[in-house]
């Protein structure tokens, strides 16, 4: 088992329209080791957008951007690309089981081709000196068994020496993306395998992980752990984990500290002409559970989306919930 200082330790999962700049912002609030993740970005949309794709605030650092493609030759044009701008690492995704992305020829699919996820691989770490790691499934469809996992590390090992494990299989036909977090059953002891067989490389497991108590008990396993929906609904988890995880003289953060923190970024953005309600909508599940966390939802819900909406919406939210520690 590889020491503390593993960057991949905790991390927070790439999740389409949630992990933007914004909510990776809001998350730095709460921890400074988490690694965090952007959404997916195709090589294609980076290549050819009329806008910059890879902007983000260098305070949310280390931040890994997670990249969708399957062509080799792009995907080491864009590594270069977010290599310069300073990113930590660069993903890619073998583990998306939509349809537009199997259109696209990338996500889960791609399990089915081992040779070809080598070669992307062996193509962007060429190019850059940052980690190039790959998060797919156990399996697809069919191609279930703990062989066919087995093989599909052997083939790519050579050129990545990290892999993010999502424990569940995925169906590329029948169910949707949503179905395919929850119906497939999570199999972590296959992940677990997968680190003793492969000891020499760094295994994060990843999927309905939700507690400090479940993330250690993966450590005893694997070397990294990656949440999802429940660092996002509920990023009050995220204050614990640098305590819990890296530093036991870490401070604990509190969903009050980590919003009055934002409250010179928003103020920021504001006058740079970004909307409130694009960074609110990642504040809301900030107090779950806490009491005035239905009055904090309902009136960032109700008013971040006015025209002209300040950070006062905030601070009046603040006041539902302002004996909250």
Known sequence: MRQTDYRGRFSVAPMLDWTTRHCRYFHRQFSRYALLYTEMITAPAILHAKYDL???DPAENPVALQLGGSDPNQ???CA?????RGYAEINL????????VQNGMFGACLMANAELVARCVEA????????????????IDELDSYEFLRDFIEKIQPYCTDFIVHARKAWLTGLSPKENREIPPLDYERVYQLKRDFPHLNISINGGIKTIEEIKHHLQYVDGVMVGREAYQNPSLLGQIDQALFDPNAPIITPMQAIEKMLPYIEQQL???????????HLLGAFQN??????WR???????????AGVEVIEQALRFVENQP
Not at 80 to 84: M, R, Y
Not at 290 to 295: D, H, L, P, S
Not at 298 to 308: F, I, P, Q, V, Y
């Open 271 to 281: 006058a740079e002409g970004v909307y409130l309600n694009h960074i609110a909508r």
């Open 290 to 295: 806490c009491k005035g966390a239905r009055q």
């Open 75 to 77: 995907l080491a044009e």
């Open 80 to 84: 270069k690309l977010v290599a310069q």
């Open 298 to 308: 309902r009136h960032l819900s109700e008013n971040a989306c006015k025209t002209g």
């Open 93 to 100: 995704n073998v583990g998306c089981p939509s349809d537009r």
């Open 54 to 56: 890879l902007a983000y």
């Open 124 to 139: 962007m770490k060429e190019t850059v000196a940052i980690p190039v790691t790959v998060k797919h499934r156990i399996g």
